[in-house]
């Protein structure tokens, strides 16, 4: 019986051994490695630089009372299209007590002033109708009572604008705001009763409301000093905003600033394109928008996978299928490449099979 077990326990340990001994070996064995390969194909290779930005109008004008005051009435609401010289808004003046005073003052002084012009110039001149004095003396106070009506007239067209805003003169009011452009109300930031401020030396003054020309927009955006080298004016964009999907917008850089600025610790440059608003569809201003900028381009050329090159000597080359699974170097000359796509110059032609690069 011992024996019998001994002989059971030599026969399970052989077979374990044995299995092992086959498990191993299987794993040892490598499979045969099959390579993918690709033909040439063809395709556009675009190499492009990225600006990021936003669709601005080129001609936008900020409106600003000539007087402070209250807005009385609005004429416009954000959104309208209005012509050169309409209404936007009235100011009711609020008259400043010091600015007033002194002009009422003046106009006191300068009818006192007139009133004894006038006086010297009727006594002189039954002086000179009697032949009593000369010519030239009689016009010096005929000037003098002209000069003085003309500064009473003064003195009070200066109380007039003070408390009315406009002069009886000129018949101008300054108590109208008038939009200067034709274009579109883009903003109006003030509401009836809001006081405001006319722009001077230690104010910009208070915005009425804000216009722009919306069918002449540009591209207003920075590119990095790196690829700034890269552009000149004249070079198309595609222009992608962010919020009008499955469209893009051709447009040609303009401008490119001569100095940078530092942002974030990198030096931009502006630059700015000129973008045509579509007919059939209306392209807000502000919205954030990216311009592909156009460094040179290749259509419908031969091209294979930039990955698939191998490069030695100054040389490159691709792998090509001779027989199933065999492969041979051969030569290429390639053109221009995205990164991703590199045109084929010379070489092969779309009919071989390259292998895949891993």
Sequence with gaps: MKKVLVTLFLVILLGMLGYVGYYLFEKSQKAPVIYETSAPFKTDIVVKTVANGAVEPRKEVTLKPQISGIIDELFVVAGQKVKKGQKIARIKIIPDDVNLGNAESSVNKAKLAMEQ???????????????????????????????????????LNTVQLIKEGISSRSKQTTTIVLATIDGMVLDVPVKVGTQVIQSNTFNEGTTV???????????????????????????????????????????????????GVTDQGTIKFEIKAA??????????????????????????????????????????????????????????????SDGINAELLEGVDGTVAIKTQQ
Excluded: W
């Design 117 to 155: 012009a006038q006086i010297e110039f009727e006594r002189r001149k039954k002086l000179y109708e009697a032949k009593a004095i000369s010519e030239v003396e009689y016009r010096q106070f005929l000037f003098d009572y002209e000069q003085s009506k003309e500064d009473y007239a003064n003195a």
């Design 275 to 336: 973008l045509t608003q579509p007919e059939d569809l209306f392209i807000r201003a502000g919205l954030s928008a990216n311009a592909d900028i156009i460094l040179d381009q290749r259509d419908s050329v031969l091209a294979v996978k930039e990955r698939d090159l191998l490069f030695a000597n100054d040389s490159v080359f691709v792998e090509v299928e001779t027989t199933p699974q065999v492969f041979e170097k051969k030569p290429v000359k390639t053109g221009l």
């Design 209 to 259: 409301a804000i216009i722009a020309d919306m069918n002449d927009l540009i591209f207003k955006g920075s590119i990095d000093e790196s690829e700034v080298g890269k552009i000149k004016v004249g070079m198309p964009l595609r222009i992608t905003i962010g919020a009008i999907e499955g469209r893009t917008f051709e447009a040609k850089l303009e401008y490119i600033s001569p100095k």
